[in-house]
């Protein structure tokens, strides 16, 4: 017997308690708490908040998908060349970052002539106003999360998906995670050295849903908790990346 349900974070909700990187996981979380209560109540899972804390990393990433494919889309940039633009991330920016990236002056120019205002400007913008002046409104499609249960073999897997495709490299930039994680964590921390603060935080979120050191967090936790992450990618461009998690081998 299996059950199945979907999920839509509320994104509006999600956006209007944005105020800074805290506010908007602790809001996600939130999101998150009908997805738990759905598999409590068929299920007795032990890692209860492990498998929220990486539900709530792969949402974070879908999130943030539509804001970078946006960008992407309509100046045909890619990740790291707006990255050089606007310092760290169009969600959380620091432009003082932008030096760290060797600012590229052409890609300054493709992101302004596109947004029609300086990118101090709109950067200095709360996020949810930084998202609708792109032509975007947060709606219920933009990320769904799907829960199945296997009543009989007690086991789970719940996906997340974002309704926008990634920018270029950063399926390649998830694959490398995968299947070279450690390397690719010693590559990642040394590259994300100028922007760890104090706290060991790194200032330089994902873009678009490709991951980062939250990625890679999640698949260390879930190998260490004897869960089971992966991906999946549609052939064909702009492929939605779909990630699964769960308590048996994915089939």
Not at 98 to 124: A, D, K, M, T
Not at 207 to 212: L, N
């Amino acid at each position: 017997m299996y059950l199945t349900q979907d999920f839509c974070p509320d994104l509006k909700t999600v956006f209007n308690h944005s105020t800074n990187p805290e506010a908007f996981a602790m809001a996600i979380l939130g999101e998150l708490d009908p997805v738990m209560e759905f598999l409590s109540c068929h299920l007795v899972i032990s890692d209860q908040d492990n498998v929220k804390w990486i539900l709530m990393e792969l949402t974070a990433n879908a999130v943030t998908t539509p804001i970078g494919y946006m960008l992407g889309r309509e100046t045909g940039l890619t990740r790291d060349e707006m990255l050089s633009a606007i310092g760290t991330s169009a969600l959380w920016p620091d432009l003082s970052m932008r030096n760290s990236f060797r600012s590229s002056q052409e890609s300054v120019i493709r992101i302004e002539q596109f947004l029609r205002i300086s990118i101090p400007e709109w950067l200095s913008r709360q996020v949810k106003d930084r998202i609708i002046f792109l032509g975007l409104t947060p709606a219920s499609n933009w990320v769904q999360i799907s829960v199945r249960i296997d009543v009989q073999r007690k086991s789970f897997c719940i996906s997340v998906v974002s309704a926008f495709p990634p920018l270029k490299g950063d399926i390649e930039a998830i694959r490398c995670r995968f299947e070279s994680t450690d390397e690719t964590s010693r590559r990642i921390r040394e590259e994300r050295k100028p922007f760890e603060d104090k706290e060991g935080i790194y200032h330089m979120p994902s873009f678009t849903g490709g991951g980062g050191m939250g990625l890679l967090a999640c698949i260390h936790l879930a190998e260490e908790k004897n869960l089971y992450l992966d991906y999946f990618v549609q052939d064909g461009a702009e492929s939605e990346i779909l990630f699964r998690l769960g308590n048996h081998p994915i089939r």
